[in-house]
């Protein structure tokens, strides 16, 4: 069982460049989210899709756009890159239970983006 | 704004002692949950331990307890018989439980755990 997967796992990028983070879920999960992880600031949440067709911003929207495919995948796209991007992106997915019921989130291992 | 603080950015223990990390919590919630994860060098986020406010009994998974302790909103994860294999970067997290069809996490700034031989 794969669990969440994110890909790529690794990029460099130029200042202005454009890219996609793919993530995948395998656990029939509603939710997704994508999160990042900066030294000293712990994991904050970029956007979030609390099911397919919806998708909303988290704490530091700012610089990202995000596609919920169908209830499988949750991309985050940077359109023009900026060094202040470089970080640790994470994919996570939970099960949505009426009335916040457990909920565990599930991530992925993580991408490193460097924007230079 | 609900926040997280863990005030001990580095811990060191010895293999085989216990260590306690840190954890307090800000909100004006009655009702929400409280995490410990786990960051390895794999960079992989590892669910350690969850405790629910309504509930008074200290959740204990293994080797990990809390100490759960609402009125002072605090919220520490103690290690026994701490292994090799628990270094690693720990992280409190926090959730509200009525937030609707979500499941945000607010995450404080962590605590990395050497554990020395």
């Known amino acids: 069982n794969a669990g969440v997967t994110q890909t790529p796992k690794f990029q460099v990028l130029k200042t202005g460049q454009s890219m996609t983070l793919q993530c995948a879920q395998d656990m029939n999960h509603n939710s997704m989210y994508w999160y990042r992880q900066d030294p000293g600031m712990g994991l904050r949440l970029i956007y979030y899709s609390a099911s397919e067709g919806t998708t909303d911003k988290g704490e530091v929207p700012n610089g990202y756009n995000v596609s919920r495919l169908n209830k499988r995948e949750f991309s985050l796209r940077l359109e023009s890159a900026a060094p202040s991007q470089t970080s640790v992106y994470f994919c996570?997915?939970?099960?949505?239970?009426?009335?916040?019921?457990?909920?565990?989130?599930?991530f992925g291992e993580g991408s490193r983006l460097t924007v230079l | 704004a609900q926040t997280v603080t863990q005030s001990q950015p580095e811990m060191s223990v010895q293999e085989a002692e216990t260590v306690t990390l840190s954890c307090t919590y800000d909100?004006?919630?009655?009702?929400?949950?409280l995490f410990w994860y786990k960051q390895p060098p794999s960079r992989q986020m590892i669910l350690v331990i969850r405790?629910?406010?309504?509930?008074?009994q200290n959740a204990t998974e293994n080797r990990f307890s809390v100490n759960f302790q609402k009125a002072a909103k605090s919220f520490s994860l103690k290690i026994s018989d701490s292994q090799l294999g628990d270094a690693a970067m720990y992280f409190c997290?926090?959730?509200?439980?009525?937030?609707?069809?979500?499941?945000?996490?607010?995450f404080g700034t962590g605590t990395l755990l050497a554990v020395q031989p």
């Open positions: 405790q629910e406010a309504y509930k008074q």
């Open positions: 996570a997915s939970s099960e949505y239970y009426r009335g916040g019921i457990d909920g565990e989130l599930f």
């Open positions: 909100t004006s919630e009655s009702d929400y949950y």
């Open positions: 997290a926090y959730r509200i439980i009525y937030g609707g069809a979500t499941n945000k996490l607010i």
